[in-house]
């Protein structure tokens, strides 16, 4: 990339994502449900469904509907959040939807939800993705039919250098051109279901964005897979 | 019995034109992907997906277990654990019901067993024509995993036959993981749920009916 001797503030390599870890299984009382760590950051997401929607004029009789709700616990940052829904929960429950719709397949379950609650359980940026992380693996969990799984990452551009899954550190970078934090979402087939941009960035080097956010996801979905195939007593 | 490994959505299970997608499965190119967390397997070429979790998903045939929601001027509407509910027809009772008189027969908060008779766009039609079936008067109901009752009934009934002996109980088994119990002593049904929730528990285990033989064993030894 531009410049070989680029120091991230906490010595990863540039195209090195925090040690992660996942388990399925966790929330006893759900269909389906998922752990996902990036480093600091934990996101468990419970699955509940297919079950019946209600109230009965949101039912929609061709195909049943995702419903996903992105919570930040008011203690998951270091200054105490005020709990309930915001305008930054409730735009990254829809793109969390939109992140996973492409996968799930839901025709046969007409007039019927399957409610997705991710909660944050301790912030350290990257937190819609690994929300995506652990929604894509409680819905498999959970029995819901798939097409794929989904892995998801932050891609960050530090002035002008691109870095793989920022943390809060490096997401408030203020020296040069600034922070751009680039959240890719994508299937094992490498096809894009989710991707959002926020600061300056050249096309070229969004290209190299992608082609880090395709070499992290790999990593990725070996730890989903991993953690899905973990069952007592089964051969793998 | 052939190979069986546990699969996640989106991988790829066989590859070539010899094997064929069965259920859970589906055909993209030459290989044939898994579209549901679950054990794969391969009998005669076709692969499979037996799913491990998930929602109870009603079949024409099935046995299950539900309880009484709404009285009907024509019926029972009853809650099977699934996301539309049952209806009863008064003409599917094998016995004369006075149109005044639906709750002396089942009221509303009563368990009953009953069969699923069709699965329609309007809904899932039961009966209570059959043996075994009808108003659960007495006994215990345990809740399970769905997806662990044919474990549970074991190959044509071992498992449940195995259970029913050593325990002295009756056992309906509901495919919507809902199961009766109903013995003499209360002892007795408890100790038959100490050996469902056992089987359930141990359920990736092979030879399981074995395990069971001498965990039925063991209690009886503890019991002296």
């Known amino acids: 990339m531009t410049n070989k001797e680029f120091k991230r503030p906490d010595g990863r390599k540039i195209d090195e994502i925090r040690p992660m870890s996942a388990k399925v299984g966790v929330v006893p009382n759900a269909d389906g449900s998922a752990i996902f760590k990036f480093g600091e950051t934990i996101a468990i997401a419970a699955v509940y469904g297919p079950r019946k929607m209600h109230p009965q004029h949101s039912q929609n009789p061709e195909k049943g509907t995702l419903r996903c709700n992105y919570n930040m616990i008011s203690f998951s940052v270091t200054d105490r959040i005020r709990p309930g829904p915001s305008r930054r929960s409730t735009e990254i429950s829809k793109i969390t939807e939109w992140a996973l719709e492409p996968v799930v397949m839901l025709e046969k379950y007409a007039n019927m939800v399957v409610d997705v609650h991710i909660n944050i359980l301790q912030a350290n940026a990257s937190t819609r993705c690994a929300g995506i992380n652990a929604a894509a693996m409680a819905l498999a969990h959970a029995g819901i039919p798939m097409k794929d799984m989904v892995s998801s990452v932050s891609i960050g551009k530090l002035d002008k250098q691109l870095v793989v899954d920022v943390n809060k550190y490096e997401e408030d970078w203020e020296e040069g051109e600034g922070a751009t934090d680039i959240p890719i979402s994508l299937t094992s087939n490498e096809e894009i279901t989710h991707f959002q941009l926020d600061g300056k960035i050249t096309k070229e080097e969004l290209k190299k964005a992608l082609k880090l956010a395709k070499k992290a996801r790999k990593e990725i979905y070996e730890v989903q897979k991993k953690a899905l195939k973990e069952l007592p007593g089964v051969e793998k | ?224």
């Open chain 2, 1 to 224: 019995m052939t190979h069986r490994k546990i699969v996640i959505p989106g991988e790829s299970i066989a590859k070539g034109n010899d094997f064929l997608p069965g259920e859970e499965t589906e055909k993209r190119g030459e290989e044939i992907f898994a579209l549901r967390y679950g054990l794969a397997e391969e009998t005669n070429k076709l692969v499979k997906v037996i799913p491990l979790s998930g929602v109870y998903n009603p079949r024409r045939g099935n046995v299950v277990i539900g309880k009484v929601e709404l009285i009907t001027f024509g019926g029972w509407v009853i809650d099977i654990g699934v996301a539309e509910n049952a209806f009863l027809s008064l003409t599917e009772v094998p016995k004369f019901v006075n149109k005044d008189g639906l709750d002396e027969v089942m009221d509303i908060g009563d368990m009953v067993v009953l069969k699923i008779a069709a699965i329609n766009k309007r809904g899932i039609d039961a009966t209570i024509k059959g043996r075994g079936l009808g108003r659960i008067d007495e006994g215990m109901i345990v809740n399970v995993n769905p997806n662990k009752v044919p474990r549970i009934i074991g190959k044509e009934g071992s498992m449940i036959n195995l259970i029913k002996d050593e325990t002295k109980c009756n056992i309906t088994v509901g495919q919507n993981g809902l199961i009766w119990i109903k013995g003499d002593k209360i002892e007795e049904e408890l100790f038959a749920k100490k050996a469902i929730l056992f089987v359930t528990e141990k359920s990736f285990a092979t030879g399981l009916t074995d395990e069971i033989k001498k965990w039925f064993e063991q209690e009886k030894k503890n019991d002296k």
